[in-house]
């Protein structure tokens, strides 16, 4: 077997708290109890990671509408058949609900047989026109019903649509366009579900507008790991391999490990283009194969120590799949340890797929979003005894030596930063922003470190119990409306998951020397924002950009300051983010929004990957990059000559094309490119 390697990764502690898996005298968890208090709300909006059980929370809620908000029926839209089983009936009173939750089996459309269309959209008018109150049924099913008999059939309903990010605001988007149909007629109840309230793609899942109309609930990565009883730290990593992925992957994949290995899409550069051998070489690369279990069709590998592995292979889809599917659900196995070892897939044991002892998610290749990526992470953060670290690995293929390869590699590896990133500022506490002014004073049940609060200087305090950042920021603009405050208390990763897919900030970021930071921070991010919220005054958007920018660096300074890729830390380490916050602010003059905009949002990231990356191919990654520079487009300029007039607001003059300061330089050429520009379409 082969040697195993350090892989470069980033490290989130957690405290062990118990508090998210507490029920409260009707049963419920926090999250859950945190959903019901907003159950009389027409639209609500459930955020909320994998495992903190939404659906149960959605169970709740539903039978409460059903008996005493006078709504005649609940139909629960699921993504995929599969998901459905989490809507089975559940005996909620023998935990001190008032009711149980029931569906009549022939209302659970996930398991009927068929096509999407067809007799399950027929079933749905049956519904509708029964007795009966609950119906389960896919996204597809959803849509073609509303597609055939039109929304009003749906008046006094509740639709409770699950993993929400499959929604779009994009008109081609279906079931998006039928919402935004629901929610104008305003006849029906809507609660969404979501545990990663992003696209891959970066269109808006609401528009502005219509998020407006929800209530939301939001319960924190940070928030469901800390309050575990027994999973204290989450790695996260990518390793580069050249040659084919099969011939590597025992360097990183570790038999005494419960792992979920992802091999790749067939269609991309990592495969071999043969699936069935790709899962035969690794069963061989692990030991010697035994046969296969009657009963549950795992395939059993004796390894080299003489231990036997059971593994499931969701990849080849013949007859035998059913039955290993079908033994991974088998809810009698669900607590035992020893059911399953390995789990190989392709394209499933992804959104909602439950094993608790995953400890390790291992993805060859980059998927297909940012959402996939965080779905898959969100299988090994389940929380299990004796289970106290988990991780995430991506393998990603090195470019050779062909231009195609070299524009390939450089994708997925920008990809591949921009889940990590994200996934670090999801995994984070929340952060709590305020401007540092004479009249600045603690709160109450927050840590200020050592010596306490400070008056005299911008303060980082933590509040251990709620998972809230409370950091003080000089010049730091404050949101004035209720939907830009609730932008930056609830969306910020929203914000941050836009800018880190952003291919021109990313690339310019990571590869480009003379790149001035405040051209990303302030320009590129400033871009975003009023891309997403055009409705906002142009003091909202500022306060936005500046809470993102702020949320997004000094996370990545905390790990700077920290080494968190330092792994001979003890579990349980759960201040280490804080703590490197808290060492940033003590080492810089003033903590303010000036010297946050000047750090390059993506320099610890490079760090990172030039320890992962080797020498050669990073060159050639950063040589393909190189050749991208573009002029300053007539947007870029604008948005430079804005800041120019606001630099001459504040020292009287205008920013100098021979100025030492890079950015006052760069603002100078913004000004000086914004008048080329009106020259040229003034010669027109």
């Known amino acids: 077997m082969k040697p195993k390697i350090s892989i470069s990764t980033v490290t989130a502690n957690y405290a062990c708290t118990g508090n998210s898996t507490k029920e409260n005298e009707m049963g419920m968890r926090t999250m859950q109890e945190r959903a019901y208090q907003k159950r009389g709300e027409q639209y609500l909006l459930i955020k909320s990671p994998p495992a903190s059980g939404k659906s149960r929370a959605l169970m ?29 009936d559940e005996k909620l009173t023998k935990f001190g609900f008032w009711a149980d939750w029931v569906v009549n089996p022939k209302w659970n459309l996930c398991n009927a047989p068929g096509g999407e269309n067809g007799g399950k959209v027929g079933a749905v008018q049956s519904f509708l026109a029964s007795d009966d109150l609950i ?20 008046d006094n309903c509740l639709i409770a649509v699950d993993e929400f990010h499959h929604v779009s605001d994009n008109q081609d988007n ?8 629901l929610m104008t007629r305003d006849k029906v109840h809507i609660v969404a579900m979501t545990g990663s309230y992003f696209r891959g793609d970066t269109e808006a899942v609401l528009s502005a507008q219509d998020e407006a109309r929800f209530e939301t609930v939001t319960y924190t990565y940070y928030e469901q790991l800390n309050g575990y009883q027994y999973l204290k730290q989450l790695d996260m990593g990518y390793y580069f391999y050249s040659g084919s992925y099969s011939d590597e992957i025992l360097k990183v994949l570790n038999p005494n490990e419960k792992t979920i290995l992802h091999i790749p899409n067939v269609n991309s550069r990592e495969s071999t283009k043969d699936k069935i051998k790709e899962v035969e070489h690794i069963l061989n690369e692990l030991g010697i194969w035994q046969g296969t279990d009657e009963k549950t069709g795992f395939h059993l590998v ?3 120590d003489g231990k036997v592995l059971r593994i499931a292979d969701l990849v080849d889809d013949d007859s035998k ?3 290993v599917l079908e033994a991974l659900r088998d809810p009698t196995q669900k607590n035992n340890r020893d059911h399953v070892d390995m789990i190989i897939a392709l394209g499933m044991a992804k959104e909602g797929f439950d094993w608790i002892w995953c400890e390790h998610a291992l993805t060859v290749g980059y998927r297909s979003s940012l959402t996939e990526i965080i779905q898959i992470i969100g299988r090994a953060t389940r929380d299990a005894k004796g289970k106290m670290r988990t991780r995430f690995t991506n393998l990603i293929a090195e470019p050779d030596a062909t231009e195609e390869a070299v524009a390939d590699a450089v994708n997925d590896t920008l990809k591949a930063i921009s889940a990590s990133l994200l996934m670090e500022q999801v995994l984070a506490p929340r952060f709590n922003f305020t401007p540092k002014n004479s009249g600045s004073q603690p ?13 005299s200087k911008a303060n980082v305090g933590f509040n251990q119990e709620t998972g809230q950042f409370q950091i003080e920021i000089k010049g730091l603009t404050e949101p004035q409306s209720k939907e830009a405050k609730r932008v930056c208390q609830e969306d910020l990763n929203e914000v941050i998951a836009s800018f880190v897919q952003d291919k021109t900030s990313i690339e310019r970021g990571l590869f480009d020397s003379e790149m001035v930071p405040e051209e990303l921070t302030q320009i590129r991010m400033g871009k975003i924002v009023r891309d997403k919220y055009p409705d906002f005054s142009e003091e909202d958007q500022e306060a936005v950009r500046q809470h993102a920018i702020a949320a997004l660096n000094l996370t990545q300074q905390a790990k700077s300051y920290l080494n968190l890729n330092d792994h001979t830390a003890e579990y349980g380490k759960n201040t280490a983010l804080i703590d490197g916050i808290r060492k940033f602010a003590m080492d810089v003059r003033e903590l303010e929004i000036d010297l946050i905009d ?11 990957l030039a320890k992962t990356m080797n020498e050669e191919s990073l060159k050639q990654v ?63």
């Open 321 to 323: 799949r059913a039955k």
């Open 302 to 304: 004796k390894c080299s």
């Open 60 to 88: 709740f809620i539903a039978l409460d509408k059903l008996r005493n908000q006078g709504l005649r029926k609940a139909l629960i839209v699921v993504p995929e058949k599969t998901i459905g089983a989490s809507f089975s």
């Open 174 to 181: 279906k079931l998006g366009t039928h919402l935004k149909q």
């Open 622 to 684: 950063a040589n393909a990059i190189a050749g991208r520079k573009t002029n300053i487009s007539i947007e870029e300029a604008r948005d430079l000559a804005k800041r120019a007039k606001k630099f001459k607001d504040e020292r009287g003059r205008l920013p100098s094309l021979t100025a030492q300061d890079p950015w006052e330089k760069r603002m100078a050429e913004g000004i000086a490119a914004l008048q080329r520009h009106t020259a040229s379409k003034k010669n027109v």
């Open 443 to 455: 709160l109450d049940g927050f840590d200020y470190g050592e010596g306490g609060y400070d008056p």
């Open 598 to 608: 000047r750090i390059n949002p993506f320099g610890e990231a490079y760090a990172i």
């Open 135 to 154: 119906l389960v049924c896919t996204h597809a099913t959803f849509r073609f019903a509303v597609d055939k008999f039109g929304i009003e059939v749906f």
